[in-house]
Nanobody, 123 residues
Framework: QVQLVESAGGSVQAGGSLRLSCAASGQVYSRHYMAWFRQSPGKEAAGVAVIDSDGSTTYAGSVKGGFTICRDSARNILFLQMTSLQPQDSAMYYC?????????????????WGQGTQVTVSS
């Protein structure tokens, strides 16, 4: 079992930045794929970014160039640096983990999920 706990999100104005973190505990393996997802009210969860144990990444097209995913494998912490935030980035953000799935952004491929943290961007 893997437990994932996201840091508090926050509220920013359009154009601002936020950094989310996610602490993993339990049976955490360095080869776990780690990812961020987000979900807005009335919408399905959507993949934001995923990273593998070697640091390879894949981003959703909507965040490419503005968001950066990285991980501190020694401390089992996943990060999401978000810049140039816009109101459409407002959502509940979740970190997730899985093994042996490749650089997938499909929610159904992930086994472990955090409780989520709210990000609100005002115009």
């Amino acid at each position: 079992q893997v437990q994932l706990v996201e840091s508090a999100g926050g509220s920013v104005q359009a154009g601002g930045s936020l950094r989310l973190s996610c602490a993993a505990s339990g049976q955490v393996y360095s080869r776990h794929y780690m990812a961020w997802f987000r979900q807005s009210p009335g919408k399905e969860a959507a993949g934001v970014a995923v990273i593998d144990s070697d640091g390879s990444t894949t981003y959703a097209g909507s965040v490419k160039g503005g968001f950066t995913i990285c991980r501190d494998s020694a401390r089992n912490i996943l990060f999401l640096q978000m810049t140039s935030l816009q109101p459409q980035d407002s959502a509940m953000y979740y970190c997730a983990a899985a093994r042996w799935i490749g650089l997938s952004l499909k929610p159904s491929d992930f086994t472990y999920w955090g409780q989520g943290t709210q990000v609100t961007v005002s115009s």
